[in-house]
């Protein structure tokens, strides 16, 4: 049905606050759009295993302070028992490595250069990720049954320190593995050509 004037019906109401939505997007734009989201994408995965790379340095700090501290004479020394001193050793290794790391992303992040070529920085980042956390559940995982036992005869201040930087130490490989997951994703989304 025409209308009484006989022009055309009127033009559907216009979002005066985005007008870049009522245009069709050219490719152009659609491809500027998925550059854009690609580096945001990267920007939070960047962030993100910077903070996870820097709870696994804190978390494996306090795992062999906590533990390497927890001397109190007789039987209740933490080097006294295998499984104790692996976690120690452990704990130092995992803070070496991601404390060197963190500090390899805060001078790429603050400065924007590299140290290492992308593709073998991602290859490192993600092996040492996962040897890393291996080890790290490896050794709270071998203290458990230690602490256990023990507090099964008397629960003091040796068996509470050790309860936690046994702890200390599943929060770093947590830390880790979760880096390890977000180096994996890069590594995964890696160019070849």
Do not use: C
């Amino acid at each position: 049905m025409a209308s009484p004037e006989g022009s055309k019906p009127p033009p559907a109401a216009a979002d005066p606050e985005n007008p870049v939505a009522d245009a069709a997007p050219s490719s152009g734009d659609a491809a500027v759009t998925s550059v854009v989201r690609r580096w945001r994408r990267e920007d939070l995965t960047e962030k993100a295993s910077m903070v996870l790379r820097g709870l696994g340095t804190l978390f494996s700090l306090l795992a062999f302070v906590v533990m390497a501290s927890n001397k109190h004479g007789d039987w209740r020394d933490f080097d006294k028992y295998e499984e104790y001193r692996y976690l120690v050793a452990i704990s130092v290794l995992a803070f070496l490595y991601s404390g060197a790391q963190l500090a390899l992303q805060v001078h790429r992040f603050s400065s924007g250069k590299e140290l290492l070529s992308r593709r073998t920085s991602v290859k490192v980042d993600f092996a040492g990720d996962q040897i890393v956390a291996y080890l790290l559940i490896s050794a709270a995982s071998a203290a458990v049954p230690k602490t256990n036992s023990m507090r099964e005869g008397a629960d003091n201040i040796f068996t509470d320190a050790s309860s936690a930087a046994i702890s200390m130490a599943f929060f770093a490989f947590f830390a880790l593995a979760l880096s390890a997951m977000i180096s994996g994703h890069k590594l995964s989304k890696q160019t070849y050509i």
